[in-house]
């Protein structure tokens, strides 16, 4: 048999001798790994919340909704500032998607926009902890009981943040995870989890993933094909394990960098005493990015500009029914946010090459 590749070299062997088994034993669709990467979940990440593994983040806030029971008519509140996969599966759902604004710190939702899009229609609150920093859950929490909602916490940037010291996709009612492979948990392939503490949601999960279908051949709902296949299970279950080392090295270059950028005129990311950021990304605030940007590509440096465009703003909303009402901190941002690289395979030398880049762009304006 050809000596299988895969694409991470800082995978361990481990992984790679997980992902052989699984070939061999020829069991690719769901079976035992997603339950071992499911408990392994369980006992290091979202204890008490049960974790239920399906095929990717996007599916996961779907089944999210639905288990919100969030229909057609329905409304829902949610971040301007995000991927369209928070809000896409809102509209498979019939329901209309309601744009809160960003606090300009911490580019999360801002609780004080949501409040004042709160009336009897909204039937849930969706929250992004943005780049791996929590959100403000506490107030978010607090206008949710008022309104006797939900609030659904999508954490796909944000694995191992905590609040409070409470893991986040365990702090709302139900919790959304992706295990996209650039994420700071991620497969070879797509991937994602809910999680919850509620047993009867939980199992509604299981056999929603799975052409409705809690035993094989009984098909008692509606349902879809939303599930982890074993490849990916048993990758996941390994790379778990290493997932606290990696979390701590983007912590370790982030430190690094605003140490480092503190006497340029970028705006480092928001920290709080509080919670603990992941650093899924590290995304700092620019005077003239796209120079800055240019400037970076000149030196080989690689960046990116995170949701350049507002998610209503994007052509495939533009017959959708969805409502804006003032989103102006979150589009003046769109021209100043820049993503530096952050990631645990990075040598400390880069780091400060990296910000050496961005110190001498504005020292020569």
């Not at 639905?66 to 971040?79: M, Q, R």
């Not at 100043?336 to 952050?342: D, F, W």
Request: glycine share 6%; charged share 25%.
């Amino acid at each position: 048999m050809k000596e299988i590749v895969l694409f991470y070299p800082h995978v361990p062997e481990s992984a790679r001798n997980a992902a052989r088994e699984v070939l061999n034993t020829r069991w690719i669709g769901q079976g035992p790994r997603v339950d071992e990467f499911e408990q392994v979940w369980f006992e290091k990440i979202s204890k008490p919340h049960r974790a239920i593994a399906v095929g990717s983040g996007t599916d996961a806030l779907h089944l999210a909704y639905i288990l919100a029971g969030i229909g057609p008519g329905d409304e829902v509140v949610t971040p301007v500032f995000t991927c369209t996969a928070t809000t896409t599966p809102l509209l498979y759902q019939g329901a209309k998607p309601i744009f809160a604004d960003i606090k300009p710190d911490s580019l999360n939702i801002d609780p004080k926009s949501v409040e004042s899009l709160m009336n009897e229609r909204i039937k849930a609150i969706v929250c992004v902890h943005y780049g791996g920093l929590p959100c403000d859950m506490d107030e978010l929490q607090a206008i949710a009981d008022k309104w006797d909602v939900p609030i659904i916490e999508d954490a796909a940037q944000a694995h191992q943040a905590e609040y409070k010291g409470a893991r986040v996709g365990g702090i709302g009612d139900i919790g959304c995870f992706s295990f996209y492979p650039h994420k700071n948990l991620g497969a070879y392939g797509d991937g994602g989890a809910v999680t919850t503490n509620d047993a009867d949601l939980a199992q509604l999960v299981r056999a929603l993933r799975y052409m409705g279908q809690r035993e094989k051949h009984k098909h008692e709902m509606l349902g879809f094909q939303e599930r982890l296949d074993e490849l990916q299970a048993a990758i996941l279950s390994v790379r778990l394990r290493h997932l606290a080392q990696w979390t701590a090295l983007r912590q370790r270059w982030a430190a690094l960098y605003d140490e480092l950028l503190a006497d340029t005129p970028v705006v480092t990311p928001a920290r709080r005493k509080d919670r603990t950021h992941v650093y899924y990304m590290y995304t700092i605030k620019a005077p003239d990015r796209d120079g800055l940007m240019a400037h970076l590509k000149s030196r080989g440096i690689g960046s990116q500009i995170i949701y350049p465009t507002a998610v209503p703003d994007q052509g495939a909303y533009a017959v959708t029914p969805c409502r804006v009402v003032s989103c102006e901190r979150a589009r003046s941002l769109t021209s100043q946010i820049l993503c530096l690289p952050v990631f645990p395979e990075l040598r400390e030398e880069e780091v400060r090459a990296v910000a050496a880049a961005v110190s001498d762009f504005y020292a020569t304006r």
